[in-house]
Nanobody, 126 residues
Framework: QLQLAESGGGLVQPGGSLRLSCVVS????????IGWFRQAPGKEREAIGC????????DYTDAAKGRFTITRENAKNTAYLQMHAVKPEDTAVYFC???????????????????WGRGTQVTVSP
């Protein structure tokens, strides 16, 4: 059974940086694309970006480009979301998700992901 566990969330000041981790267990990590999403209070869950399983090609939403970076370490069964220059509007619960079919390219639609973590809270505040 595939399980995902996010960590690294917390309180960060505006302009700061934060790196979230997503550890995958129970399956071969390297065959899954990983997506990162977030959900702010009262809003729908939205995509940030993703990384495919074949060659670590990434894709990002326009809002995420330039401030967010997604990487993966297959040897550690872990994907990362590096956040830079965070803003109060980045406050949300951040989720990672796994897609068995994101081989050549990853997808930004949440319905394409079969497995989800429980999320980690990120709060951006002075």
């Amino acid at each position: 059974q595939l399980q995902l566990a996010e960590s690294g969330g917390g309180l960060v000041q505006p302009g700061g940086s934060l790196r979230l981790s997503c550890v995958v267990s129970g399956v071969r990590f390297d065959v899954y694309a990983i997506g990162w999403f977030r959900q702010a209070p009262g809003k729908e869950r939205e995509a940030i970006g993703c990384i495919n399983s074949e060659d670590d090609t990434t894709d990002y939403t326009d809002a995420a480009k330039g401030r967010f970076t997604i990487t993966r370490e297959n040897a550690k069964n872990t994907a990362y979301l590096q956040m830079h220059a965070v803003k109060p509007e980045d406050t949300a619960v951040y989720f990672c998700a796994a897609d068995r079919y994101g081989v050549n390219y990853c997808r930004l639609q949440r319905d394409e992901y079969q497995f989800w973590g429980r999320g980690t809270q990120v709060t951006v505040s002075p």
